[in-house]
């Protein structure tokens, strides 16, 4: 399955209202950022780098992998479903992130109308995208 990976990417002024919020990370080798199955703890911004996004089966095998692009949001459908990550983030060395943990992310999607709409506006693209990847299968 060949996912876009302009779906989990936000717009410029929810990048910086998010940004602005963050816990700054700096990746100098490979690092896991969460397991497919963790109880979501925030979210992460790739500012600059990149990240690998992947599911894989019960059993083990990958079903899905994808390369993410600066300005993805990584880890949002299980924070903002409260439901475990359905997948494994892994961000590469020399990539840049920003980390906001699950209460700021709630405090934010409460007080700031505007950012909700635009992390639903990211949710709703990475439904479609992954409805197009299935329909092309």
């Not at 083990?60 to 600066?70: A, L, N, R, Y």
């Not at 880890?75 to 997948?87: A, I, K, T």
């Not at 505007?114 to 299968?137: H, K, P, S």
């Amino acid at each position: 399955m060949q996912l876009d990976p302009s779906a989990f990417v936000a717009d410029p002024d929810l990048f910086h209202a998010l940004e602005d919020r963050a816990t700054p990370i700096v990746c100098d080798t490979e690092r896991v950022l969460f397991h497919q199955g963790d109880v979501p703890a925030g979210l992460y911004i790739l500012h600059s780098g990149g990240a690998t996004l992947e599911m894989t089966s019960d059993s083990g095998k990958t079903v899905v992998s994808f390369e993410t692009t600066p300005g993805a949001l990584l880890g949002l459908p299980g924070l903002v479903g409260n439901q475990p990550y359905s997948l494994t983030a892994v961000a590469h060395g020399g990539s840049r992130l920003g980390f906001i943990s699950r209460d700021v992310f709630t405090s934010l999607m409460s007080t700031e109308p505007m950012v909700a709409l635009r992390i639903l506006r990211v949710l709703a693209a990475e439904v479609r995208t992954a409805r197009e990847a299935l329909t092309l299968r």
